[in-house]
Every structure is written in C-alpha cells, then in structure tokens.
C-alpha cells in the first residue's frame, strides 16, 4: 500500500496522483513508490492510457533537498540508479502518457513530466531543472530526456541557468505541447488519454516502443528496427480485428474495447 503516490482508475484512464503535501517533494519514499505505481499502471488490463497529476496546486516542485543535502558521494553513488528510475519510471509505462501540469514541474517533479508522452500545463504552470543553483545536475533523467525533447541549445539554456519558465516561453520552447486555463488542466489530459481508451493496446504499445527505441539509433538501424516492431504486429489480435474492420465497414471503426 503506497502512500504517497496511487492509480485512480476510471473509464480505461489510469491517474498516476502524487499527494504529498504541501508541494509534491519527491524524497526516496515517492520516487520508490512512483516505481511501484508505474508497474502496477503497467499490468493492469483496465488501464489504456495514463495521466501523471499532482493537484490543482502543482504537479511537484523538486526532490526533497533536505533529504539529500548532507548525502555523501558513496550513498549518493548507490542511489543514482534508483533515482533515475524513480523520476522516469513513467516511461516504461507502455501504454499512452500524459503529464498534468499545474503550478511548479521543478527539478524532477519537471523530470518526471520529460518521462511522459505529451505534456498539458496550466497558465499557471512554471517548469524548469534548478539543479544547477545547487551546485549538482539534472540526475533523474533531465540531461537526457530534455535535450531529446527540445535540442541541445534550448537545453543547456534551462539547465546551466537553472531558471524558471513560465508557461507561455515553456510552449513556445517546446518544454510543454499545449497549455490550458489552469482548472481544465486534468480535464484536457483526461480528454487526450481517454482517446486511447477503446485504442489497439498492442498497437500502440509497438508504436511507442519503436519511437522511443528508434532515437537511440541511427536512421538505417532505426528503420531496419521498425520493419521488425511493425511484422511482429501480424498476429496481433490488434491487426486482426483493425484490418478485418477495415476491410467489411471502412477505416476508422474498428472496436479493440475488452481484450
């Protein structure tokens, strides 16, 4: 039983809800549990597509600084592993992802938001990795996954300033793909997972392994690679039941819904 993170099911919409109050830290204890959520998103058959949210207040305002200031190299060593896993576990999700962003994505509460597919945020949203004001590194994924996001440039503007974006910049930088009123923040992330939730599981699960498995390789091998991802799909119940739809009622009409 977790306490600081939980899945809220409804409709085939997975909410991934950190509740720490009053702002989200994500200390040993969430990160260990943002893990164990995400598994638990992972294997549900019920789950389809899958929204991060922390509140009407903010999404996550950082790690727990407090927590990790008087950490020493060897323990901090020994942990780097788990933190990175902790902030990114939402990428392994293979299903659709959304972040919801209201008030402060900060640090890895920011990185935790780099780990899902699409990011919605309030207009009351402020992003950004200040690690750097602390004398340390983005050390949850932040280095990586922005700069992939985003290009090296506008990544090393974020990271080596440590400044804090507000929404409209973080939109037209790329850090956020669409921004919102701050009430309809969940609401539109709802409504953009809830579009999976009768999808093609495995489908889309081969589409996001293809992508996400493809930027880590060149142009040929990232080819060669979809061309296997795409032939395993033939013998998918996805394909069966996509193409034979298809083929009797027209595009666009095929029902995945219970399997």
Partial sequence: MTEFVRLEVDGGVGTIRLDRPPMNAINRQVQDELVEVAAEATSRRDVRAVVVYGGEKTLAAGADVKEMADMT??????????????????????KPTVAAITGYALGGGFEVALSCDRRIAGDNATVGQPEILLGIIPGGGGTQRLTRLVGPAKAKDV?????????????????????????????????????????????????????????????????????????????????????????????????????
Avoid: C
């Avoid at 060593?77 to 999700?93: D, K, M, P």
């Avoid at 009768?198 to 081969?206: C, F, I, S, V």
């Fill in 159 to 259: 990271i080596f300033t440590g400044r804090f974006v507000k929404a409209a910049e973080a939109l037209d930088m790329g850090l956020v793909d669409e921004v919102v009123p701050a009430d309809e923040v969940y609401t539109r992330a709802r409504a953009w997972a809830e579009q999976f939730a009768n999808g093609p599981t495995r489908a889309l699960a081969a589409a996001k392994y293809a992508i996400d498995r493809g930027m880590d390789m060149d142009l040929r091998d990232g080819l060669a690679f979809e061309s296997e991802v795409f032939a395993a799909l033939f013998g998918t119940e996805d394909q069966t039941i996509g193409m034979r739809s298809f083929v009797e009622n027209g595009p666009g009409k095929a029902q995945f819904l219970g399997r």
């Fill in 73 to 94: 190299y060897s323990e901090m060593a020994e942990r780097t592993h788990q933190l990175s896993r902790g902030f990114g576990a939402v990428s392994e999700i293979p």
